[in-house]
């Protein structure tokens, strides 16, 4: 059973930046794409980034394209999410997951996820 957990949520200033981190229990994540979530109290949870199992392919949602950057490191089992002008509506619990679909359709959530992380809360205030 893999398992994901997420680190490096905490409260932000606007403008300012986070990097997120989810590890992975084993290996096998290295055959997995990973994804980015996140969601608020009385939304639906949206694809924040999405990076495929090999790192050779992202998607990245319009809401944080250019400011937001996926990367992964297979020899840690590791994906980080760089965060940066962070504004106050990023401001969510943050979800790492894994599939096996591509990274275009696991961000667009179009089948069940199998594997999510606990969630990691970011906050952006002044």
């Known amino acids: 059973q893999l398992r994901l957990v997420e680190s490096g949520g905490g409260l932000v200033q606007p403008g300012g930046s986070l990097r997120l981190s989810c590890a992975a229990s084993d290996s096998s994540v290295n055959y997995y794409a990973i994804g980015w979530f996140r969601q608020v109290p009385g939304k639906e949870r949206e694809g924040v980034s999405c990076?495929?199992?090999?790192?050779?392919?992202?998607h990245i949602a319009d809401s944080v394209k250019g400011r937001f950057t996926i990367s992964r490191d297979n020899a840690k089992n590791t994906v980080f999410l760089e965060m940066n002008s962070l504004k106050p509506e990023d401001t969510a619990v943050y979800y790492c997951?894994?599939?096996?679909?591509?990274?275009?359709?696991?961000?667009?959530?179009?089948?069940?996820?199998?594997?999510w992380g606990q969630g990691t809360q970011v906050t952006v205030s002044s």
């Open positions: 997951a894994a599939d096996l679909a591509s990274a275009r359709a696991m961000c667009d959530m179009r089948a069940s996820i199998p594997y």
């Open positions: 990076i495929s199992n090999r790192g050779s392919a992202t």
